[in-house]
């Protein structure tokens, strides 16, 4: 968690929300990782968890990831929690809660709901306290530029 927050402060210096995503396969071996890209790539779909699902899918050359772990400095959003439960993906580890848009607790969880055919593990928040400091200085610095 410690590298995916250096990657997504990196991230935020670019101008992007400084959010990093990684995919574990089942030995621990690295097949995604991802960072915000939304504004660089004026993609609405730029999620850090979509991005390195998208490349893990073309590294195992299929979309099931019921063995592997993705590890998230934010809780992923309902858009995300959808796809990782469509992917069937393993477990997820997420750094801070989204109390406003978390799509696994934070805000609602869509692992535990009644629609999910696929039953995830979710571990988090993990290492709260600096991955939502993170975050909260972005927003902070941001908002201070654009007054």
Known sequence: MKILLARASANGDSGEVPVAAVILDEHGRCIGHGRNRRERCQDPLGHAELVALSQAAAIRRDWRFNPCTLLVTLEPCPMC????????????????????RGGLGGCLDLAKDSSAHHHMRVVGPWMQDRAADQLEAWFRQRRRRTR
């Open 81 to 100: 929690a959808g796809a990782l439960l469509q992917a069937r993906m393993g477990t997820v580890v997420f750094g801070a809660y989204d109390r406003k």
